[in-house]
């Protein structure tokens, strides 16, 4: 116990342990360990006699004293003994004190005994997420633990490990696949969706869930590829939806896949899509075909053509579809031509079936002519008011030009032989005026007036 040097408590060390005296052995490693230099060679003693359960319980009792400057060095060192000789304490060290080791040491121990489980902890623990992926696909009935592996995937750097772990999960795990990649697609920019469907191609139906969880991206290659996941499970009902939320794909070339598909309700997708593209000619050529007459008659009044709508009367005609004649007159009623109709119904005889329509067609011709006489009737009489209206304001300003408007002056009569034109003018004047003046009680002026004008 008085020993001071570090040599001596080594050699009495390789004492005690030659003797089996471990409890002695034991006081002498808790001075040595506490020594960064000497704890590697204290561990080779024992190794060397094999005695390494002695020297793990060496190591974790040092743990509980007061280790100095090399508690890393302890940590580290037992952390190597447990991947050694005691894996089953190992993970339970890494999680305790993973950080008051030196890691990397512990990393390379880990690869050498393959401990695989503690190699993607302390991986993960280091922030080497690409790495700790790589193990776990590499030795997975070790390593591997979905829920795990889902959290250290969205860490990794390198984008290429994302695919190789879907290509892992295709060969070893396909049932978790879905959850795997919709997992990565929560996180924006994480996977490429297009290339996904390259990587998966001939196996889309692994996929499904996937694909529905990011179609409302409308991306042309999920688009397509889940279209054909439906076609070939014959789920007709989806596909439908599909092609009417989702417009990124090439509607004609699935359309002409579709319609020569042995099951109906996907012949009648087709023409959903030809519809939608504004071929209507194909799409009632189809519904004639399987006799989806009530489509037929939507696809034609959709159309706004009436040679369309013609067209599919004369083919109810031929076909003796009555009743499918007199709808087609309710449904397109607006695109029927009166004149056709009647031609169609008398010749063939059913002129029932037409009277409907007809009667409906001459009661709206009632109600716009009553609706144009009206009209008629409402433009004469404005007119006439606007006339009278007129013809009123053009009296009432001739009768208030004769009212207040200014009196013409004329010359009066001619003036006499002989006499100055001026004083003619003014003599005229003055006998007008003597006149006019007159005839306001004014005679006597005027008489004076007169009689100066005979006597001169």
Known sequence: KKANFTRTWKEVLIACVKAEEFRLAQMC?????IIPDEIEELMKIYERKGYFEQLIAMVESG????????????????????????????????????????VPRVIRECERHEAWSALCFLYVHNDEADNAALTMMNHAADAWEHAHFKDVLSRCANPENLYKAVQFYVEEHP?????????????????????VVVLMKRRHPLIKQYLEHVQPNDMKSVNEALNKVYIEEEGYEKLAASITTYT??????????????????????????????????QALELYKKDKLYKDAMETASASQDPELVEELLR???????KECFGACLYTCYELVRPDVVMELAWRNNILDYAMPFMIQTLKSLSTKVDTLVAEAEKKKEEDKKEQEAREQTAGMGVDAGMAGGPLMLTMGQPGMPGMDPYAQSMGGGMGMGGMGMGGMNMGGMGGGMGGYATQF
């Open 315 to 321: 083919f109810f005609v031929e076909e003796e579809q």
């Open 63 to 102: 743990l509980g004293t007061d280790m100095g400057a090399n508690s890393s060095g302890i940590f580290t060192e037992l952390a190597i003994l447990y991947v050694k000789y005691k894996e089953s304490k190992l993970m339970e060290h890494l999680k305790q004190y993973a950080a008051r080791m030196n």
């Open 29 to 33: 490693g808790l001075n040595l360990m």
């Open 175 to 195: 049932m978790d696949l879905n959850d795997l990649l919709i997992h990565l697609s929560k996180k924006e920019g994480v996977l490429d969706h297009s290339r």
């Open 248 to 281: 990124n794909f090439d509607q004609l070339e699935l359309a002409s896949t579709l319609q020569k598909h042995e099951l109906l309700e996907m012949r009648r997708v087709a023409g959903m899509l030809y519809n939608k593209n504004k071929r209507y000619g």
